[in-house]
């Protein structure tokens, strides 16, 4: 039986990662300029958000009160800044695992950064459609307390829910989450909604709908 001298087995080995050292040295410059270009990517990033002030775009004083209540507009502008570092960094990562060798860990973040635009644009639709339906709400029970109809804040949040469902059923839709589960909650619920309000016109609430349209139609005139 050969044996292979332990001398050569080390000095192979020292041979090969010898051989490697250039491959990984190029690996994680690569890394470390990702990461520089990452961190000038969240200074910039949060730079242009606080420039452009979009906390105006809250609708309320109640909304614009909750972001400077404990600097939570800071952290929001740090936590969009430290998406887009995630976001440069992973690519760099990718290069520096394909310059390594490693293929398969190559692949997984290729999916992770395939993934990361759906994510973003799941948390773009959520946080405008948020915005919407709190402003849209507020502006419909305004108007619904200008004209003197009761219940108007119930109102409101009812139409408030709506729009978060829809709001929901879109961010669910565009993760690629069951969407035939979500289409089919979505037709029901509304349809149930619709059939609902029909029966309570045609059946119990026609008179008082019919008295509230000529109170409102008498107020108008009275105007």
């Not at 080995?13 to 490697?20: G, P, R």
């Not at 990452?38 to 242009?48: E, H, L």
């Not at 973003?120 to 109809?149: K, W």
Request: aromatic share 8%; no cysteine.
């Amino acid at each position: 039986m050969t044996q292979i001298p332990v001398s050569g087995t080390i000095a192979q080995f020292q041979a090969q990662v010898a051989a490697y050292l250039p491959t990984l040295a190029a690996g994680l410059v690569v890394l470390a300029l990702g990461i520089v270009v990452g961190w000038v990517a969240k200074r910039a990033v949060m730079r242009a958000l606080l420039w452009l002030r979009l906390d105006r775009l809250g609708g309320g004083h109640s909304w614009r009160a909750a972001f400077a209540k404990g600097d939570v507009r800071s952290a929001l502008y740090s936590l969009a800044g430290n998406v887009v570092m995630i976001m440069i960094v992973l690519v760099f990562l990718d290069n520096a695992l394909q310059i390594w060798g490693l293929v398969v860990l190559s692949r997984l973040v290729d999916q992770v950064l395939f993934y990361l635009p759906t994510v973003g644009m799941v948390a773009l639709i959520g946080g405008i459609g948020v915005l919407l339906a709190n402003t849209l709400a507020e502006r419909v029970e305004d108007t619904l307390e200008e004209e003197g109809i009761g219940r108007a804040r119930l109102v409101s949040r009812i139409f408030k829910s709506a729009l978060l469902a829809v709001v929901g059923a879109l961010a669910l839709w565009e993760l690629n989450f069951g969407r035939q589960i979500v289409l089919a909650a979505f037709l029901i619920g509304f349809g149930a909604i619709g059939v609902s309000f029909a029966l309570a016109v045609g059946l119990g609430s026609s008179r008082a709908i019919q008295r509230a349209w000529d109170l409102m139609i008498d107020r108008k005139r009275e105007d």
